[in-house]
T-cell receptor
Framework: DVKVTQSSRYLVKRTGEKVFLECVQDMDHENMFWYRQDPGLGLRLIYFSYDVKMKEKGDIPEGYSVSREKKERFSLILESASTNQTSMYLC??????????????FGSGTQLSVL | GQSLEQPSEVTAVEGAIVQINCTYQTSGFYGLSWYQQHDGGAPTFLSYNGLDGLEETGRFSSFLSRSDSYGYLLLQELQMKDSASYFCAVREPTGGFKTIFGAGTRLFVKA
C-alpha cells in the first residue's frame, strides 16, 4: 500500500513564525498535493506539483509556498503564520493516469494551531 | 473552475439504503470520484465514474450523469461503521492534475 507520511500530527506555532510542513510518499508518485480542511468547507487545494521542481497554485495559495526538490517529498511553507491559517493540513499523492481515474492517497494530516 | 455541491448531513438507520448526491458546475472534467473520511482519519478513495452510469463495488455504488451534471453515491445495507464524511471530487482537465473536492456530506447511521 502507498504510504504518505506527514512529519507532525499536531503543531502549535506563534503568529509570524515561519512554518514548514513536510510530506513524504514512498510509491514514486508523480503528483503531490497540499489541502487544508476546515469544518463545513471540505478540502481546499492550496498547491500541487506534478513533477520535481514543478508547482501549480490551487484555489487558496495566498500566504503559502511549496517546495519539491525530490520526487518523494513535498513541503508546504507558511512564510509568516497567521491565526486564520489554523487548520488541518492534508498531503496527498497520486500516480498520473491519462483517463482521469487517478486515486489520491492521503497522509494522516497535521493539525496546525497558530496562536 | 469547478463547483461541487453536496448536502451537509444525511441520517439513516442501520440496514437501510442511503444516497448522497453531488451536483457540479464545470466546463469539463475527467470524471467523478468519491472519498470516505472517518473522524480523525485521512480521506480514502471509494470509487470513480469516468463514464455515465453505475459503478458497483460491494455495498457501495456510484452513478454519474454528465448531461445532468449530477452524480451520487449509494450505500446499501448500512452499518454503523459507515458513519463518516463522504466527499465527491473531480479532476480538472487543465492546469496539471488538479483535483477539487466538494464540502462533504456527514453521514450519521443510527441503530
Amino acid at each position: 500500500d502507498v504510504k504518505v507520511t506527514q512529519s507532525s500530527r499536531y503543531l502549535v506555532k506563534r503568529t509570524g513564525e515561519k512554518v514548514f510542513l513536510e510530506c513524504v510518499q514512498d510509491m514514486d508518485h508523480e503528483n503531490m498535493f497540499w489541502y487544508r480542511q476546515d469544518p463545513g468547507l471540505g478540502l481546499r487545494l492550496i498547491y500541487f506539483s506534478y513533477d520535481v521542481k514543478m508547482k501549480e497554485k490551487g484555489d487558496i495559495p495566498e500566504g503559502y509556498s511549496v517546495s519539491r526538490e525530490k520526487k518523494e517529498r513535498f513541503s508546504l511553507i507558511l512564510e509568516s503564520a497567521s491565526t486564520n491559517q489554523t487548520s488541518m493540513y492534508l498531503c496527498a499523492s497520486s500516480r498520473t493516469r491519462t483517463g482521469g481515474n487517478e486515486k489520491l492517497f492521503f497522509g494522516s494530516g497535521t493539525q496546525l494551531s497558530v496562536l | 473552475g469547478q463547483s461541487l455541491e453536496q448536502p451537509s448531513e444525511v441520517t439513516a438507520v442501520e440496514g437501510a439504503i442511503v444516497q448522497i448526491n453531488c451536483t457540479y458546475q464545470t466546463s469539463g472534467f475527467y470524471g467523478l470520484s468519491w472519498y470516505q473520511q472517518h473522524d480523525g482519519g485521512a480521506p480514502t478513495f471509494l470509487s470513480y465514474n469516468g463514464l455515465d452510469g453505475l459503478e458497483e463495488t460491494g455495498r457501495f455504488s456510484s452513478f454519474l450523469s454528465r448531461s445532468d451534471s449530477y452524480g451520487y453515491l449509494l450505500l446499501q445495507e448500512l452499518q454503523m461503521k459507515d458513519s463518516a464524511s463522504y466527499f465527491c471530487a473531480v479532476r480538472e482537465p487543465t492546469g496539471g492534475f488538479k483535483t477539487i473536492f466538494g464540502a462533504g456530506t456527514r453521514l450519521f447511521v443510527k441503530a
